[in-house]
């Protein structure tokens, strides 16, 4: 039986919402958790110009940020065991449509694909306000599984 499985998604909700508005990026940045369930998270993020580069693009690095954010509570939504420690270990990002409308927020969502013993993969994908991909991404979450304390 996975987290979400044991407290309920509303649960798993609010504690998700309650540790991403407790990172100062996340919380910086903007950045909104929309839901949750099984094996998928949905996020999104006002932009504001100061997210904007010198050709008035969307930072690869806020998109980024994003993915890492919804592929990882995605992933979070399948722990089975107490005390797991996970990260990103890798993600690759496709950059497939420039972002150039800063009056708009855009969407992200994290797919678990797999959560095995000892890594996660993971899938994302952006999207602007029309709806349409601006950015894919896939990437693999390191599971470091808890120490069985030896009693002495």
């Given at each position: 039986?996975?987290?979400?499985?044991?407290?309920?998604?509303?649960?798993?909700?609010?504690?998700?919402?309650?540790?991403?508005?407790?990172?100062?990026?996340?919380?910086?940045?903007?950045?909104?958790?929309?839901?949750?369930?099984?094996?998928?998270?949905?996020?999104?993020?006002?932009?504001?110009?100061?997210?904007?580069?010198?050709?008035?693009?969307?930072?690869?690095?806020?998109?980024?940020?994003?993915?890492?954010?919804?592929?990882?509570?995605?992933?979070?939504?399948?722990?089975?065991?107490?005390?797991?420690?996970?990260?990103?270990?890798?993600?690759?990002?496709?950059?497939?449509?420039?972002?150039?409308?800063?009056?708009?927020?855009?969407?992200?969502?994290?797919?678990?694909l797999h959560r095995g013993r000892?890594?996660?993969?993971?899938?994302?994908?952006?999207?602007?306000?029309?709806?349409?991909?601006?950015?894919?991404?896939?990437?693999?979450?390191?599971?470091?599984?808890?120490?069985?304390?030896?009693?002495?």
């Open positions: 039986m996975s987290l979400v499985q044991k407290v309920g998604e509303k649960a798993f909700l609010k504690r998700a919402r309650e540790i991403t508005g407790s990172q100062p990026l996340y919380s910086w940045l903007g950045v909104q958790l929309v839901s949750v369930s099984e094996g998928t998270c949905e996020m999104q993020l006002p932009l504001r110009k100061e997210f904007m580069n010198d050709r008035d693009t969307l930072q690869g690095t806020v998109i980024f940020a994003l993915l890492d954010a919804a592929t990882f509570v995605a992933a979070r939504t399948l722990v089975k065991r107490r005390g797991e420690v996970d990260f990103h270990q890798e993600m690759k990002i496709n950059f497939i449509k420039a972002v150039r409308e800063v009056n708009q927020t855009i969407r992200a969502k994290g797919i678990a000892s890594s996660a993969v993971v899938e994302g994908e952006v999207y602007d306000e029309t709806g349409e991909l601006a950015a894919k991404a896939l990437g693999t979450i390191a599971i470091l599984r808890p120490r069985i304390s030896e009693n002495k």
